[in-house]
């Protein structure tokens, strides 16, 4: 993580920052409780994370004051237990976990808090992804051994270059392409911006344990050094807010075709994982695309509901793709029970979706004469809609 942030010129520099609303005091592991931050300045640790069906933890206006004098470790779900002696391990003191840092029986706090959820993992330290822990219980910090479609495969003695004698597994085959989708964390919709925003993370992985940034993965300590998490393209996630308005002009003519192309990657992930409220389809994705529309500045103009002014003919050629995590799902689904978004936006559906990506088309037979949706809330412009409307004029 040092070196990271003092050599890796692709990985934005942390700073003081505001610390979210409430955080949990880690400076005594086995005495954890809610932080009322008032803004202070300090750097804290974010967790992203499954959280299961068990919800008797969570914080509620009944407990909210009990839990910041002190919160009892008995009832703390394992994985964030383990996230917490992790921050203590890193040195920090503070850790900021949705489930308690947020009052979840008050709408008007979860609101307020819902439009800062892509700041706060932009903004903190390290995020630690809980990527093997199916559920809340579940835990990230115990023995990974090595997986058994290994054990047969020839292991050979090696030096590592700090002199500690390691050992390499060779083998023909190639790890399979899919092994990372499986990892429960990616199949939550909501982790996905809780990672690509995030600068630094430590992946807890089913069969290794990773340090992630925008430059590298790098397996830590012993751990099979197999990348259970893609590298991220370093373009629109690895630019902090200061940084943006230096580099986009320089950007958007040599690489204005692969930003593009990032967003049809994007919204292909995302629409594959699933979401426990399906109200959250456009409020879970909201931090990608807040962070896309800085990228683009004005070469993408007024967001609707997950499509984009600049290209919006190109972008309203959105199809259902049948394969989800290397299984066939062509079967048609019913339109969801409640309004996620207007008919021709991609979130209007549930199912994995396809992006048209970027393609020369100088004789278009379609013009757009009037586009616009209704926010829920107008401090949340990428956020829930509740009506939109679409003018074509078409041969």
């Known amino acids: 993580m040092?070196?990271?942030?003092?050599?890796?010129?692709?990985?934005?520099?942390?700073?003081?920052?505001?610390?979210?609303?409430?955080?949990?005091?880690?400076?005594?592991?086995?005495?954890?409780?809610?932080f009322i931050t008032q803004g202070i300045l300090s750097p804290y640790a974010a967790l992203s994370y499954v959280w299961g069906s068990d919800t008797s933890h969570i914080t509620l206006t009944s407990n909210f004051d009990t839990y910041v004098d002190d919160i009892d470790p008995s009832i703390i779900p394992k994985t964030i237990r383990d996230a917490i002696t992790v921050t203590h391990g890193l040195g920090m003191r503070y850790l900021w976990v949705d489930a308690f840092c947020i009052i979840q029986d008050s709408n008007e706090d979860k609101n307020r808090e819902l439009i800062r959820m892509g700041q706060i993992y932009r903004d903190a330290y390290i995020t630690i992804i809980a990527s093997c822990a199916s559920r809340g219980n579940a835990g990230i910090l115990h023995d990974r051994p090595i997986p058994a479609s290994y054990a047969t495969h020839p292991r050979l003695p090696f030096y590592c270059k700090d002199g500690r004698l390691g050992t390499v597994s060779v083998s023909t085959d190639s790890p399979p392409s899919n092994e990372q989708m499986k990892e429960p964390v990616n199949h939550r919709a909501w982790c996905l911006q809780e990672r690509l925003l995030s600068p630094r993370k430590l992946i807890y992985a089913t069969d290794s344990l990773q340090y992630q940034c925008?430059?590298?993965?790098?397996?830590?300590?012993?751990?099979?050094?197999?990348?259970?998490?893609?590298?991220?393209?370093?373009?629109?996630?690895?630019?902090?807010?200061?940084?943006?308005?230096?580099?986009?002009?320089?950007w958007m003519d040599q690489d204005w075709g692969t930003l593009q192309m990032e967003w049809v990657l994007v919204v292909s992930d995302y629409t594959r994982r699933s979401l426990t409220q399906k109200t959250d389809k456009l409020p879970a994705f909201a931090g990608i695309a807040e962070q896309f529309a800085r990228i683009w500045h004005t070469r993408s103009g007024q967001y609707f509901a997950g499509l984009w002014e600049k290209h919006l003919l190109r972008d309203l050629l959105w199809f259902r793709e049948p394969w989800s995590f290397g299984w066939l799902d062509d079967q048609p689904r019913p339109r969801p029970k409640v309004y996620l978004a207007p008919s021709w936006s991609w979130a209007s559906v549930a199912g994995h979706v396809r992006v048209q990506p970027p393609v020369d088309c100088p004789n278009n037979v379609c013009e757009i004469l009037e586009c616009k949706v209704t926010l829920m809330d107008e401090r949340q412009p990428y956020g829930e809609v509740s009506s939109g409307w679409l003018k074509l004029s078409a041969i």
């Open 2 to 34: 040092n070196e990271c942030i003092s050599k890796h010129s692709n990985c934005p520099r942390p700073s003081l920052t505001p610390l979210p609303t409430r955080v949990i005091d880690c400076e005594d592991p086995s005495k954890p409780h809610l």
């Open 214 to 250: 925008q430059t590298d993965t790098i397996a830590v300590n012993n751990s099979l050094n197999q990348q259970a998490v893609e590298k991220l393209n370093n373009l629109c996630f690895s630019l902090s807010d200061t940084e943006i308005p230096d580099k986009m002009v320089s």
